[in-house]
């Protein structure tokens, strides 16, 4: 939306002289070096929430510790959210929506359904294998929220399960939704398994070898032919 303003017509005079030249409007200025740093300043403390809430909980992290791990005090956190709660909120908040907007991306930037669903996986793989402690805080910590947050994180999520099923529904015609629905869900518990199954024994699995396995268990389970009634 734009706004639009109107300015008052007025006869128009001869002028003895031109008048002077006006100076085109000034380009507005990035963003300043202050503003820059706060929004620094906000996602470190998202960073360091998300490491602090995957190991210890939400319940025995004190505003204390986030300030500390992002080196500000305890109380110039309430420079940037209302209280810990807030920052759980505006971290599964913020993820859920890049879920959604990059799922949407991938599949507008897709020719048909089985290259949708293909890249569709290969950026959650990326997503999980990029985000273990995001995902476990939505594990562990998911009740913590505030109610509102809870029910808007619930509202992108279910979006975003939707996109999956509409392009799996070009690929299993005759399927109910129902059991689209449950085959994203079955894939999501798969790949989001990242946070222990790139983990043996104490060992990390590297990323380069996870991916490829990932990606084709997923696509496996997710083309998976439907078992026989009966």
């Known amino acids: 939306m734009t706004e639009s303003s109107e300015t008052s017509q007025t006869p128009t005079q001869v002028l003895a002289t ?13 963003a300043t070096q202050r503003s820059q740093a706060k929004e620094n300043r906000r996602q470190a403390l998202l960073s360091a929430a998300a490491a602090l809430f995957a ?18 005090s305890g109380p110039a956190v309430y420079r940037h959210f209302a209280g810990k ?41 990326d ?60 894939t999501f518990g798969l790949i989001n398994s990242t946070p222990h199954s790139v983990r043996s024994h104490g060992r990390r699995i590297a990323v380069k070898r996870a991916r490829p396995l990932l990606q084709s268990m997923a696509l496996a389970a997710l083309m998976a032919p439907p078992a026989p009634l009966g």
């Open 55 to 72: 190991v210890d909980g939400f319940n025995r992290v004190s505003l204390e510790d986030l300030g500390a791990a992002a080196g500000v």
């Open 18 to 30: 031109p008048p002077p030249a006006t100076r085109a409007p000034a380009t507005p200025p990035p």
């Open 127 to 186: 997503f999980a294998l990029s985000n273990p402690d995001v995902i476990r805080v939505q594990d562990q910590d998911f009740s913590n929220l505030a109610d509102d947050d809870q029910a808007e994180v619930r509202t992108l999520q279910r979006n975003y399960v939707e996109l999956w099923v509409e392009v799996l529904a070009g690929l299993h015609p005759n399927t109910e939704a129902a059991e689209l629905r449950m085959r994203a869900h079955a």
């Open 85 to 125: 709660q807030a920052v759980l909120g505006a971290l599964l908040l913020s993820v859920s929506q890049e879920l959604l907007d990059g799922g949407r991306q991938v599949i507008a930037d897709s020719d048909g359904a089985a290259a949708a669903l293909r890249r569709l996986v290969e950026f959650h793989v």
